[in-house]
């Protein structure tokens, strides 16, 4: 199955470099992007064709995947539409079913919001699909990113909801390992010794949620000794309000999100 990505920076390229480490044959990749320094750029480090013509881009694909920027998309799909209706994947945040299958009727069209620990065979990546997907369609598009994590087929009213906690979420993570770190050093450790113990402890930690079948607030409980220095610190995290930002975190994300959908 031939892939044909428009736009590949830094979302389509995860998916080029996961795809490429799971075994992908480079033949079967393509991309346009838009500048010819770009198109340079990725031939060169991934050993695909590469090149700046959306529309070869989608005649030579047997699915095409979308991975502009949301204000380019309308560009993109003029283009793409001289070519055979073909599975097109749209990750283009705020594209819904509605518009994209307006743009290009008949098509079957699938919207995707990845991110970018794809790369890494680590993603997530949530589905929804077009009324006019087959059930052929349906699973081969999800098997591409089954290569790559997880997938999640959601209704699409809660896509928003799914974008803020899977799509942005890794920045919500880093930003976390990061003030974890930066605790750990102002009580001395140096910068790279915090940093590698709550990286560690992350990883770690996430991987005892995903094995343990007991929920995360309960793993939580059971490490926290009552009257110890665990619980001492949980205290201060329930206290400090960390539920409420994370609330406010996802709501403010789910509200741009909406956003990028009514435009
Ligand atoms: N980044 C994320 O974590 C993430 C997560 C989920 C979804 N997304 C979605 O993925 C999409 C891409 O985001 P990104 O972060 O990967 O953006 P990005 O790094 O800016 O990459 C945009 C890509 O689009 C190309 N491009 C621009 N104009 C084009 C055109 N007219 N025809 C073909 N290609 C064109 C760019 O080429 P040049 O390099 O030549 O300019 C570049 O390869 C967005 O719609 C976003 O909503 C991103």
Redesign the pocket.
Same mark, same amino acid.
């Not at 428009?6 to 389509?12: K, L, P, Q, S, T």
């Not at 346009?32 to 500048?35: C, N």
């Given at each position: 199955m031939k892939l044909g990505f428009?736009?590949?920076?830094? !979302?389509?390229g995860a998916i080029i470099k996961g795809l490429l480490n799971s075994g992908w044959p480079k033949a079967d990749m393509g991309a346009?992007?838009?500048?010819q320094a770009?198109a340079e750029r990725l031939s060169k480090q991934y050993g695909i064709c590469a090149g700046t013509d959306?529309g070869y881009t989608a005649k030579w694909a047997d699915v095409i995947l979308i991975?502009?920027?949301?204000g380019?998309v309308p560009?993109?799909l003029e283009e793409i539409a001289a070519a055979d209706k073909k599975p097109v994947i749209c !990750?283009?945040?705020g594209w819904t079913l509605e518009k994209l299958q307006a743009a290009l009727p008949g098509w079957p069209v699938v919207r995707i !919001?990845?991110?970018?620990p794809l790369a890494l065979g680590e993603g997530v990546t949530l589905f929804a699909f077009g009324a006019s997907v087959s059930a052929q369609v349906r699973q081969e598009t999800e098997s591409i990113f089954a290569r790559l994590g997880k997938t999640v087929e959601l209704p699409e009213a809660l896509f928003d909801a799914g974008t803020a906690v899977s799509?942005s979420g890794p920045a919500f993570v880093y930003y976390f390992i990061d003030a974890l770190a930066k605790a750990g050093a102002a009580q001395g450790l140096s910068d790279e010794q915090s940093l590698t113990l709550a990286l560690q402890t992350v990883v770690g930690a996430a991987k005892m949620v995903e094995h343990e079948h007991i929920s995360p607030a309960e793993l939580a409980q059971k490490v926290a000794t009552p009257g110890g220095c665990t619980a001492a610190g949980l205290d201060v995290l329930k206290t400090t309000g960390m539920n409420e930002a994370l609330d406010k975190t996802i709501g403010a994300t789910v509200a741009k999100a909406q956003e990028f959908g009514k435009k």
């Open positions: 428009i736009g590949a920076g830094e !979302m389509g346009s992007v838009h500048s770009s959306n991975a502009v920027k949301p380019v560009q993109v !990750m283009a945040l !919001m990845p991110n970018t799509g």
